[in-house]
């Protein structure tokens, strides 16, 4: 069983603020680690994905990794509005399907 | 590009009526995927194929749900018969797979689904 856990929230951060969302996940061979947002009643959209250990920065966002303790985190810097939306942890085990989490719902307050 | 196409956006239909669900994946992409979404169990694969072979169908529920891919640019998900509990909505997804590499998964726009 490959398990994907999120605190599903709600997160409930004041604009400019920096929203943290953590995931842990079970299967020790995991290998690609992703973040999709989606907004209520969309798609999931991918905004982040990181293969090795450590930090990937783009733009606002930072994606953190350590796969000893397996563990993954998203941070959002400067939080807008625009941001409140529910975020997804997916987990790829190296056979080109997702497991994902059941997501953590944040709400940025202006 | 005009991204995942999936049909109908919405399906109202009653307990024990055939249902039908269709996807268009990304133009060039070789490997489709087919999703499950609930309040209760969030996003969960269903199946996945990959140059239209089904890759791995662990997560399909039960024999009430069948998926083919006939051909590059077009699967169907099919249940028969519905019950209630298959209310959801799915969500088609695409992406290029070439060796070991993981490509971005395109999402459609889903199909909501009631079951009465």
Redesign the interface.
Known sequence: QKEVEQNSGPLSVPEGAIASLNCTYSDRVSQ?FFWYRQYSG?????IM?IYSNGDKEDGRFTAQLNKASQYVSLLIRDSQPSDSATY?CAV?P??????????TRLTVIP | DAGVIQSPRHEVTEMGQEVTLRCKPISGHNSLFWYRQTMMRGLELLIYFNNNVPIDDSGMPEDRFSAKMPNASFSTLKIQPSEPRDSAVYFCASNLREGHDTDTQYFGPGTRLTVL
């Not at chain 1, 969309?42 to 991918?46: D, G, I, M």
């Open positions: 690609s969309k798609s999931p959209e991918l994905s997804l790829e190296g056979a080109n399907n997702l497991f994902f989490g059941t997501g």
